[in-house]
């Protein structure tokens, strides 16, 4: 049978099959011998008892991508918070992590949080700047509920997971979401019998409005520092319309003669500010790649 892991503690793992039964499994011996750990999230073949809730994971089908921080696999999407208010958005994590996500080919969407205190321009102002690349946005406050109707309809139908800094808003949100949660909220405990999350293990739960997401908020950036810089413009959607534009095939879009890329944010066609953040991570790459071949 086949089924997904939605947690797994101590060496036993939580599988529910397409029949929607729970079945709590071991992984067969191999999996330690060969280094392989099963993650939440992973698709697995289980074999069971006849007539128990007893399993044996057999085999984890091919992962579409695999996350460290929290330990998890098959995300189809990451829900990137930013705040509208305090802290203040730090848009160059946010679009360090829609290259990660791009990278994975996993969708994202921009989450403006706290806009029950910010004006209403500033908000804007975030709002248009990443609906200019292509992502799908939506603007929320956890405390009052207004556009978490929108941010639940993202998620209807995938598995997703949170990301942002920290103070952000994402244990409110994912409280808001899923009223029996209880998640700890501005780094303190909601509730005293248990303990700070962050040695909880990484679970799949299902929102009552649809879709399933990732406990565990605040996925965290990998090292993007393996992407080859000359594809780093291919992961910014409000590039693609310039990309053949550019005199030289192996654009970088930084300081290349004839860039329509670069004609395109002098026009107003591209976000300033999202390109002058492309150029700090290209550099940074550059710089990377230079200190591993010196
Ligand atoms: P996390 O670190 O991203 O999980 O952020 P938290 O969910 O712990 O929120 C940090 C703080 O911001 C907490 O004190 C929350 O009560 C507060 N907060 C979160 N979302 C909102 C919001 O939309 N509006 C307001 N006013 N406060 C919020
Ligand atoms: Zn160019």
Known sequence: ?????????????????????????????RFRREGVRPLTGDRVDITTETDTAEGRIEAILPRDNEWKRPPAANLEQLVIVISAYWPKPDLLM?????????????AAVVCVNKCDLARPEDVRALADEYAAC?????????????????????????????????????????????????LETGGRA?????????????????????????????????????????????????????????KHRACLHRSEPA????AAVDGGKISKGRYE???IILDTLLESRRKRYD
């Open 1 to 29: 049978m086949q089924g997904v892991i939605l947690k797994g503690i101590g060496g036993f793992y939580t599988v529910e099959t397409e029949d929607g039964r729970l079945h709590t499994c071991r992984a067969r011996g």
């Open 94 to 106: 946010c679009d360090n992590l829609l290259i990660e996500a791009g990278k994975r080919n996993v």
């Open 134 to 182: 292509g992502h799908s946005v939506v603007c929320t406050s956890a405390k009052t509920g207004e556009g978490l109707e929108a941010l639940q309809s993202e998620l209807t139908g995938v598995v997703s997971g949170f990301a942002g800094q920290s103070g952000v808003g994402k244990s409110s949100l994912l409280n808001a979401l899923v009223p029996a949660f209880d």
């Open 190 to 246: 909601a509730r005293t019998d248990r303990g700070k999350h962050t040695t909880r293990h990484a679970e799949l739960l299902r929102l009552p409005g649809g879709g399933r997401v990732v406990d565990t908020p605040g996925f965290s950036l990998l090292s993007i520092g393996d992407i080859p810089p000359g594809d780093l413009g291919g992961l910014y959607l409000e590039f693609a319309p310039y990309l053949s534009g550019c």
């Open 259 to 262: 860039c329509a890329v670069k």
């Open 277 to 279: 953040r492309y150029v």
